[in-house]
């Protein structure tokens, strides 16, 4: 009787011993058979510089994530779809990074070539392998003791091009940083942070140059977008959000107020490679609740700008809030779509602003198309034909307090809305709360709040409502609607796999159907999700990650 | 200048690099003593203008609490009880959250001025009060029969707020006004819920959290609840008090003697107790 071989017949153990030898073999550079290193799991990803051509076309390699909002068109959108509604269901935690920091984070990951770029609090950079979470490197960046900050310690994103990353540093310094092993390479100063300055948020690369903003709305600032030399660190040229004097525009600040008008640009900004437009939205003027000590309409606060990025000059301007007194920042997201408008195609930009007012906007000339509520709203009777509120009277702020929708944080806020190429629908998250808003008399003191007043929330919290909204572009209607509890200051990020991602303020995080709003799956992260998801394919794995709490999570399906 | 630390060293250094991972370690003030020196009135003022400035932002104009930072008009912290531990939390501020200290920015005055104002919100300075609190103890076991829904030291039922330090929180005015005005003021921890499972019971009870997709509830037979929403075919958020008014039932020098005895009740105050 022949004994039976058990185990693996010697056929396949030979086969078996040749892909053991080839794994090796490729893992140590040996052999670069076409695919070989792509499905071995012994291979490493590798980072490739990214180009300009890379960011001009990263819709084309939708595996990475190659700027803070995907995209220079800032939807947020990923190109993948190998998570769906079909298999949502089934999504399951790969793997989490626990920050150093416990401030809670709101960073968007960068991805490139399964190397994955987190910013932390105060103003840290990690590289993690984005297949398994664990770390290439950190750059810890040295900051000043006694910063002045109102609100959030905290950072939002990096920028990319070549083999350097480009941060903002809350003592208002831009560096750059080696993508391959966190050297420095070099340090900007871009404002005295002693003043009230800082930065937070994620620069971004245009052509030569990295264009980034500034934060101090609070401090009595005169806000500015800058951009820099990715070469050198070299200033290329400033963009003051306040015109001086003799300048168009300064008019619009009564006295001297415009010195100390804030205007802050500490988001990230978009830009339109065809018109070769980059679109920043500015803050508050300051002081943020007292109007009467700056009477006018305040240019160019709580506005887009259109400025050219080789010179920096403003092509145009939209304000959204003329004469804001109610601290209704328009540092948010300007996504970019090209999609139909009145049954033609055209060039917009699409813009759930603070102000609870959602605008649709022509990307060419600023030209208004359409505005309307897509939050609670107390304060205007609507928008005139060019775009301006009609203010209903007894709306501002008072010495007893006066109630209004929005509240202090608007409709929205910084948190990232998301556009769908797919379904053709802004996705917003909204608030509908109030905020009774008060008037005071402050004197301004360099480096110190300056405020004139401030806010209390009338109600109970819970008696308010924040909802994933899908408005549609071309009729500012609200499609369809999913409210959370308690609340969310979460983006949102929109796939092709048809999936809308978001958070709330008590950990969850869930997808939902784009085009319906239907609840697919959610789970308890713990801790609130105070940042916007993102989604990336490493080994031709899709993950969708998300910062809840002070711990990065990847999620994907399972093996 | 930048600290580059290679990997390996990080693994080998990361305990004692813990605290320069988040930046230098900002060194602490500590108060010169127990009591604060500034407690005048021109004090409180200056304190109030100075909160406006450097606290409102998060802790609301008025201190009960703003968008981002919890109320602190209650009279009673989380973080601090005496005035010194309450100077020390607004110099230095609270490790690994949110609250930052001004210590940096700030005079000791400004901060002991900042204190003087937080304390003459919530129930303020220490006032005598007419009413005898022994009396108000029978009221409060007898006629009111408080003990149903409220806890002291432990003693009573769970569907109230624990009073054992309510004297700390809540002025005499404010205690008659709780008593006979109980709906004025129902903070959403206090809020009911009647919920329907489908094929299944009605559960009723306090609404002691809820979120987007489950709901907990403490039922009228003390059971802890939770609840799918998708289970559920209705849902009802009751926010009228569930206390009666005792205008009624009580007459006024039973309400003053019964005053008398919630104020006396400060308990030991270092908040060990649910809120």
């Known amino acids: 009787m022949t004994t039976r071989p058990t185990g693996i017949p010697p056929t396949r153990s030979v086969a078996l011993a ?108 990690t590289a993690l392998d984005a297949r398994t979470g664990s770390q290439y490197w950190r750059y810890v960046h040295d900051l000043p003791e006694d910063l002045n900050l109102c609100c959030g310690r905290n950072n939002r994103g990096v920028a990319v091009l070549g083999d350097r990353l480009f941060m903002s540093t809350l003592d208002a310094h831009l560096v750059a940083i080696d993508a391959k092993t966190g050297n420095l390479i070099w340090d900007a100063e871009v404002a005295d942070e002693k003043e009230g300055y800082s930065k937070t948020g994620a620069p971004l690369v245009v052509g030569d140059k990295v264009v980034t903003g500034i934060a101090g709305g609070e401090y009595g600032i005169r806000g500015f977008v800058d951009a820099y030399y990715v070469d050198s660190g070299k200033r290329a040229w400033r963009l003051y959000t306040i015109p001086g004097p003799g300048e168009p525009g300064n008019e619009t600040w009564a006295d001297d107020s415009w010195r100390t008008g804030g205007s802050p640009t500490w988001m990230t900004g978009s830009y339109d490679p065809e018109l070769d437009l980059v679109y920043w939205g500015t803050g508050n003027p300051g002081p943020d609740w007292n109007g009467d000590v700056r009477m006018g309409d305040n240019l160019y606060s709580d506005a887009v700008l259109a400025i050219d990025p080789d010179t920096g000059e403003l092509r145009w301007y939209f304000q959204f809030t003329p004469h804001d007194v109610h601290d209704w920042d328009a540092t948010q997201i300007p996504i970019l779509a090209d999609t139909e408008f009145d049954g033609q195609p055209r060039k ?70 998301s556009y769908s190429p797919r379904t053709d629908l802004v996705y917003v998250m909204a608030y509908d709360g109030e905020t009774t808003y008060y008037i005071r008399d402050d004197e301004y003191v360099a480096g110190e709040q300056y405020t004139g007043g401030g806010g209390e929330t009338p109600q109970p919290v819970d008696r308010y409502v924040s909802a994933v909204r899908a408005i549609s572009p071309q009729t500012g209607d609200v499609v369809w609607e999913y409210p959370v509890q308690p609340r969310s200051t979460a983006g949102v990020l929109s796939t092709a796999g048809d999936l809308v991602f978001s958070g709330t303020v008590d950990g969850h995080f869930f997808a ?16 609130r999700v105070h940042a916007a998801p993102m989604s990336y394919m490493v080994d031709g794995r899709q993950y969708v990650a998300i910062a809840a709490g002070n711990v990065l999570f990847t999620f994907g399906l399972r093996d | 200048m930048s600290k580059h630390q290679p990997f390996a060293v990080l693994t080998v250094l990361s305990g004692l690099f813990a605290a320069a991972g988040t930046g230098p370690a900002v060194p602490s003030v500590l108060a010169q003593g127990p009591d604060n020196p500034y407690a005048t009135q021109q004090d409180v003022e200056s304190g109030q203008r100075l909160f406006a400035r450097h606290c409102s932002r998060c802790h609301g104009l008025n201190a009960g609490g703003g968008e981002r930072g919890p109320d602190i008009s209650t009279g009673e912290f989380q973080h601090a009880s005496s005035d010194a531990g309450l100077f020390n939390v607004i110099s230095n501020g609270i490790a690994d959250t949110e609250m930052r200290g001004i210590y940096r920015t700030r005079s000791d005055q400004s901060v002991w001025q900042i204190v003087a104002w937080l304390r003459s919100l919530g129930a303020g300075a220490r006032v005598a009060v007419a009413g005898d609190p022994a009396a108000g103890g029978a009221v409060y076991s007898g006629k009111g029969d408080c003990s149903r829904c409220h806890m002291i030291a432990g003693a009573g039922g769970r569907h109230g707020p624990d009073l054992t330090t309510i004297g700390n929180r809540r002025s005499p005015e404010q205690l008659r006004s709780d008593l006979v005005d109980p709906d004025a003021r129902v903070q959403p921890q206090w809020w009911r819920v009647r919920a329907t499972v489908r094929d299944g019971p009605v559960v009723e009870g306090l609404r002691m959290n809820e979120g987007t997709y489950s709901i907990r509830i403490l039922d009228g037979a003390d059971n802890l609840w939770s609840l799918a929403k998708r289970d559920l075919v209705a849902s009802e958020r009751i926010e009228a008090s569930s206390m009666p008014s005792y205008a009624d039932a009580l007459t006024d020098s039973e309400i003053l003697d019964l005053v008398a005895f919630l104020y006396n009740l400060t308990g030991s105050a270092n908040g060990g107790g649910a809120r």
């Open chain 1, 348 to 417: 917009l930009m699409l813009w759930p602003n603070r102000n609870a007012f959602f605008y649709v906007l022509d990307r060419e000339t600023g030209e208004f198309l359409l505005g309307k509520p897509y939050a609670k709203q107390t304060w205007a009777e609507g928008l005139d034909d060019k775009g301006r509120p009609i203010r209903i009277p007894g709306t501002f702020p008072s010495v007893e307090g006066t109630t209004v929708s929005p509240p202090i944080s608007g409709g929205s806020n910084w948190w990232s809305p």
């Open chain 1, 18 to 125: 040749m892909i053991v030898a080839l794994a090796g073999a490729s893992a140590a550079g040996m052999i670069t058979a076409p695919g070989a290193a792509a499905q071995s799991a012994a291979a490493s990803p590798s980072f490739r510089p990214v180009t300009n051509d890379r960011l001009l076309a990263a819709d084309a390699e939708p595996r990475n994530w190659l700027m803070y909002s995907g995209n220079y068109y800032s939807q947020r959108y990923s190109g993948l779809d190998q998570i769906n509604g079909v298999n949502a269901g089934q999504l399951e935690m790969k793997w989490a990074y626990q920050l150093r920091a416990l401030d809670r984070a709101e960073t968007t990951p960068v991805v490139v070539d399964g190397v994955m770029y987190v910013t932390e609090s105060p103003s840290n950079v």
């Open chain 1, 512 to 527: 939902l159907d784009a085009a319906t709003g239907a609840e697919l799956w959610n789970v308890n992260l713990g801790a």
